[in-house]
C-alpha cells in the first residue's frame, strides 16, 4: 500500500501539473492568436504606409516618380517582407523589386516561408495584391503589393514569439517543479499528526494509556483527530483505573463478610465455638449481607448496561413518595429525628418499584447520617429550558458531605467514610443503584451540600423529565 505523504504529494503535484499543462496551453494558444491579430494590424498599417510612400514620390509637375527614392523605398520594404512594382497611369512597369535584385528576393521569399511554413505552420503563401495610387482625384498608377498572408512574421517578431514560448516553457517547468516541492513539504506536514495519532494508536492497543500527542493544529480535522486519540486513551485509561478500582472494592466488600463467614465455622469446626442457633444465625447474616451485595452489583450492571426491564404504570409520586416516609417514621423517631413531607400531586407514568427504591435509598441515608435536627421529603413541579419536569428532594440537618467528595458519592463503592466501617454504611452501591434507575428513566440526580460538613447537613435531587410524566393513567 502506499504511504499517506507519498499519496498526497502525489495527488497535489499530479494536479498541480495538469493544471499548469492546461494553463500553460491555453496561454500560448491566446497568446499566440492575439499575437497574429497584432500582426495582422500592422501589415495593414505596413501596406498603407507603403502605399503612402510611393504616392510621395510622384511629382505631378513632371508626371514622373523619383526613380531614386522608390529605389530606396523599395529595398528597404523588401527587408521587411514586401515585394513592390510599380506601375504608371497607362499600366507600364515604372519599377519592380525583382528587376533591382532578383537573388535578395528569392532569398527573402524563401526564408518567409520556411519561417511561417516549418515553425508555425501557417499554411499560407506568397500572393500579390493591387492598391490603386491616387493623387487629389488623378489615378497616378497601381501599385503590385506581394507578401506572405494571411500573415507573418518578421525575423524580430519570430525572435519574440520565441522567447515568449520558451519563458512559458520554463516557467512551467519552475513552477512544477516547485509544486513538487511544496506537495512534498504539505504532504510531510499533513501525514506526521496522521503517523503519530497512528503510533499513539497502536501503543494504546498495547495498554499504554498514558500516551498522549500534541494537539495544536491549524486544521481543524488533524487538531479533532489528536484531540479524539488523547480522549480515547484517557477514556480506556480511566475504564482501566476504574476497573481495577471496582475489582478492589469489590474484594474489599466480599473479604470480610467471608472471612467472618470462615472464621466462625472453622471455630465451630473446631470445637472452640460450641454450635448454636445464635452462631449459625450470625453465619446467616453474613451469607445474607453477601448476596444482597451480589445482587446489588447485578442490578447496577444490568442498569447501566440499559438490560434493565421498566414495568412502567401509571401512578401519583406524591402517594409513592408519602408511603416511602411512612416506612421511616418510627426510625427517625428513635433517634429523635422529625421526618416531615410537603408533597405537590405529580402524576407520573414509571416504574413503582423502582421509584420507590431510589427514595428509600435516599431516605435510609438521611436518617442513618442524621443524629438530630429533621428530615424533609419535597415534591414539586419545575421548568427549565428542557421543559416540565418533578423534582423530589430528600433534604437533611445531617453531617454533610465534603466538597471534595460529591462529585463522587453516586460512584460505586464510594463512601465519605475512607476507612469503610459498616458502623456507618453499607457497601457503598446504593447511591449508584438510585442514580442508575433515575437516569434509566431519562432523568437526573444531584447532591448538594454545605460549605462545611457538620454544618448544614445535605440535599439529594431526583429530576423525572416531562416525557415520563403522566403517559395517563
Known amino acids: 500500500m502506499i504511504r499517506l505523504r507519498n499519496y498526497i504529494a502525489f495527488i497535489y503535484a499530479f494536479f498541480i501539473c ?8 491555453v496561454i500560448n494558444m491566446f497568446a499566440e492568436k492575439l499575437f497574429a491579430e497584432y500582426i495582422t494590424g500592422n501589415i495593414r498599417l505596413q501596406t498603407e504606409e507603403i502605399i503612402r510612400s510611393f504616392e510621395e514620390q510622384y511629382d505631378p509637375f513632371t508626371a514622373r516618380y523619383n526613380r531614386a527614392g522608390i529605389d ?12 513592390v512594382s510599380l506601375a504608371d497611369a497607362a499600366g507600364r512597369v515604372v519599377w519592380d523589386v ?10 527573402i521569399i524563401e526564408e518567409i516561408s520556411a519561417r511561417m511554413n516549418n515553425e508555425y505552420r501557417a499554411g499560407g503563401s506568397f500572393a500579390p495584391r493591387l492598391h490603386n495610387l491616387v493623387l487629389g482625384n488623378t489615378n497616378i498608377g497601381a501599385l503590385r503589393i506581394e507578401s506572405y498572408g494571411p500573415f507573418f512574421y518578421r525575423e524580430n517578431e519570430a525572435a ?10 520554463v516557467s512551467g517547468a519552475v513552477f512544477v517543479l516547485l509544486s513538487v516541492i511544496v506537495s512534498v513539504c504539505l504532504a510531510s506536514v499533513i501525514a506526521r499528526p496522521v503517523l503519530r495519532a497512528r503510533d499513539a494508536a497502536r501503543r494504546i492497543a498495547h495498554g499504554d494509556f498514558s500516551t498522549r500527542i500534541a494537539e495544536g493544529h491549524a486544521a481543524r480535522e488533524l487538531h479533532e483527530l489528536s484531540r479524539a486519540v488523547n480522549g480515547l486513551a484517557e477514556a480506556l485509561g480511566n475504564g482501566e483505573e476504574w476497573q481495577k478500582r471496582q475489582s478492589a472494592d469489590i474484594a ?12 466462625n465455622i472453622e471455630a465451630m469446626i473446631d470445637g472452640i465455638w460450641e454450635l448454636s442457633p445464635e452462631r449459625l444465625e450470625s453465619c446467616l447474616e453474613e451469607i445474607v449481607r453477601l448476596s444482597g451485595l451480589v445482587d446489588d452489583i447485578a442490578v447496577l450492571s444490568l442498569i447501566r448496561r440499559e438490560h434493565i426491564v421498566l414495568s412502567k404504570t401509571g401512578f401519583d409520586l406524591a402517594h409513592l413518595a408519602a408511603r416511602a416516609a411512612e416506612q421511616f417514621v418510627p426510625l427517625a423517631r428513635e433517634k429523635g429525628v422529625t421526618l416531615s413531607v410537603n408533597l405537590d400531586p405529580a402524576p407520573v407514568y414509571a416504574d413503582y ?18 443524629a438530630q435536627g429533621n428530615i424533609t421529603v419535597t415534591l414539586h413541579a419545575a421548568a427549565s429550558r428542557g421543559g416540565a419536569h418533578h423534582e423530589l428532594s430528600v433534604a437533611d440537618t ?16 464510594f463512601r465519605a467514610d475512607r476507612s469503610r466501617s459498616r458502623e456507618t454504611g ?8 438510585a442514580a442508575a434507575i433515575v437516569e434509566a428513566h431519562g432523568g437526573s440526580i444531584r447532591a448538594e451540600s454545605a460549605a462545611a460538613p457538620g454544618t448544614g447537613g445535605s440535599v439529594f435531587t431526583a429530576t423525572l423529565p416531562a416525557d415520563i410524566s403522566a403517559r395517563q393513567q
Do not use: W
Open 252 to 263: 474489599h466488600e466480599l473479604r470480610t463478610p467471608l472471612t467472618t463467614l470462615r472464621g
Open 160 to 169: 519574440f514569439l520565441k522567447t515568449l514560448n520558451r519563458f512559458l516553457l
Open 353 to 370: 418499584n423502582r421509584i420507590m427504591q431510589v427514595l428509600v435509598n435516599l431516605l435510609s441515608n438521611a436518617v442513618k447520617y442524621t
Open 72 to 83: 530606396v523605398i523599395g529595398m528597404h520594404y523588401l527587408h521587411q517582407g514586401y515585394l
Open 98 to 107: 525583382r528587376d533591382m535584385d532578383m537573388e535578395e528576393c528569392a532569398v
Open 18 to 25: 495538469i493544471t499548469v499543462f492546461v494553463l500553460s496551453a
Open 426 to 433: 453499607g457497601t457503598g452501591i446504593g447511591l449508584s443503584i
Open 398 to 413: 445531617g453531617c454533610g458531605i465534603a466538597a471534595e467528595d460529591l462529585p463522587h458519592v453516586f460512584e460505586r463503592f
